[in-house]
Each structure stands twice: as C-alpha cells, then as structure tokens.
C-alpha cells in the first residue's frame, strides 16, 4: 500500500523507483548548484506518484536528520532544476510535478522497536 492508502498500479510502482533512483543521482552528483544542497547528504526513502503519473512526491531525509526543514526548503526552491534533471534522464512523455516531504519512516521503525522492547509487550510476544 502507498502513503494515501490506495494500492498503487505497476507502473505507478516502476516511475516511482525510477524517479527515486534519478533524482537520488542527481542530488549525490550535486547536479544542482545551491549550497544548502551540495553540503548534505540526502536519502530518496521513497516517491509515490499519483494513478495520472502527474504529481511524484518524494520522501526525503538529510543524513542525521539535521536541518531536515531547511533541506526540505532548499529541494522546493530547486524543484523546477530537479525536474528538468530528472526529465532529462528518464525517457516518460511528460516529467511529473515534484513534491517533497521528510520521510518519517526511520521515525515510526524507531518508535516500534521502543514498543517492542517494552517489558510488558514482550511478555505478551513470547506467549
């Protein structure tokens, strides 16, 4: 299941990969030329892409987490950049609108393990 709760297509899946891996790239090259960008390093978690392939929305998050909010406004500054970038590497009729937002995954697997680890849940685990 995708973030909005709806199962996504095959090909919803494969653009998505592509635009995760190409934009991944192109932000470790350091193709687009802010500073904000070139000092940190960003993970690409994951891109969705709405059923119509218009809208991608990528999960990101700078290594450590630091400055998550700046980073996420230096990607948006550079969001027309990002998409000409990742257009030119990939072979789609139209380049899908680029949208960022921290990914929260490492957050929620943090959270489990802290539940996980809690006396009273492992007892009903190991039951």
Partial sequence: MSRSG????????RVGELIRRTLSDV????????PDLQATSITVGEVTVTP????????VLPLGGRNAEGILGALRRNKAELRHQ????????FAPDLKFALD???????????MLSEDRVRRDVEE
């Avoid at 119509?52 to 999960?59: M, W």
């Avoid at 990742?86 to 009729?93: Q, T």
Wanted: net charge positive; glycine share 2%.
């Fill in 6 to 13: 709806s199962t996504p297509s095959q090909r919803q899946l």
């Fill in 27 to 34: 932000l470790m090259r350091g193709d687009v030329h802010d």
């Fill in 52 to 59: 119509d392939l218009k809208i991608a929305t990528a999960y």
């Fill in 86 to 93: 990742v257009a030119k590497a990939m072979s789609l009729k």
């Fill in 104 to 114: 929260e995954t490492f957050d929620r697997m943090d959270e489990t393990r802290r």
